[in-house]
């Protein structure tokens, strides 16, 4: 199965793929946020399944931001004939950035990617917590 990871931000949108029978998460584009660009986008990547994640407050509230998504993902659904599903992303881009600092990218070259490897992170998550993986069968 092929899952796209979406992260949604007002300026930019990260993106990740991974096909379940791999087990890997990877961050493949930084996308504007424009609706259409991103509908154009997964038209190509013909995903059987999205995740967005959504920002929600410590308390565990939705707050603006997580409505300000939940609207994009209320868009994608009225276009789209695809399962999408939800992740808390809290604390994804603070950890891609802590990832990408760790290993030496500066901060241009972290700006360029940042969002796309939080997207990759929650698509980790998402795999790990709801996908049974084929090694799963053997344990």
Known sequence: MRIVALDYGEKRIGVAVAQT?????????????????VLRFLKEQKPDRIVVGIPYRLSGEAG???????????????????????IDERFSSREAESRLLQAG???????????SVAAALLLE???NRWVKMPSDEYN
Do not use: C, K, S
Request: proline share 6%.
């Open 21 to 37: 029978e791999v087990g890997i998460a990877l961050p493949i584009a930084v996308l504007p946020a424009d609706l259409q660009v």
């Open 105 to 115: 990218y500066r901060r241009r070259a972290r700006r360029a990617i940042q969002d």
């Open 64 to 86: 603006q931001r997580a409505q300000q998504v939940q609207a994009f993902i209320d868009a994608l659904r009225e276009q789209l004939d695809i399962p999408i599903d939800t």
């Open 125 to 127: 998550t998402y795999l």
